[in-house]
C-alpha cells in the first residue's frame, strides 16, 4: 500500500511560482511512477506531469499545457520520500485541484488518471488575475 499527501498550495497572483510537495509513504518514491493531475471546477482531471521510477529511467513527460512552466522532480535520497511540482508563470487557467497519483507499474506511467492506483486527496492552487 502506498500513501500520498499532498501540500504546497494556496493563493498567488498571477506570473507567480509555487512549489508542490507529495510526501510518499508504504515504498520507496524512488522505485515508483509518480505523477501530478489537476482539477477544475467543471471540468475533467487532467495529467500535469509524469516522473518515472529511477530503475526504468527516471523519464519525465509534460502536458502541453504546462511545459516549460512546470517541473517535476523527486528526491533522489531513498530516505527522502517526497516529490515536487515547481509551477512557475502561472496563470487563472492553472486554478485547479492538484492531485499527487502514484503507479508501481513502470509500464504504466503516463498522464492518463485510470493507470494509476493510488492518489493523495489534493492541494488547491489557485491564481488570480
Known amino acids: 500500500q502506498v500513501y500520498l499527501v499532498e501540500s504546497g498550495g494556496g493563493s498567488v497572483q498571477a506570473g507567480g511560482s509555487l512549489r508542490l510537495s507529495c510526501t510518499v509513504s508504504?515504498?520507496?518514491?524512488?522505485?515508483?511512477?509518480l505523477a501530478w493531475f489537476r482539477q477544475a471546477p467543471g471540468k475533467e482531471r487532467e495529467g500535469v506531469a509524469r516522473l518515472n521510477a529511477v530503475h526504468a529511467g527516471f523519464t519525465s513527460v509534460y502536458a502541453n499545457s504546462v511545459e516549460g512552466r512546470f517541473t517535476i522532480s523527486r528526491d533522489r535520497d531513498r530516505s527522502k520520500n517526497t516529490a515536487y511540482l515547481e509551477m512557475n508563470s502561472l496563470t487563472s487557467e492553472d486554478t485547479a485541484m492538484y492531485y499527487c497519483a502514484a503507479t508501481q507499474d513502470v509500464r504504466a506511467c503516463s498522464l492518463t488518471s485510470a493507470r494509476y492506483n493510488y492518489w493523495g486527496r489534493g492541494t488547491q492552487v489557485t491564481v488570480s488575475a
Open positions: 508504504g515504498q520507496p518514491a524512488i522505485d515508483l511512477c
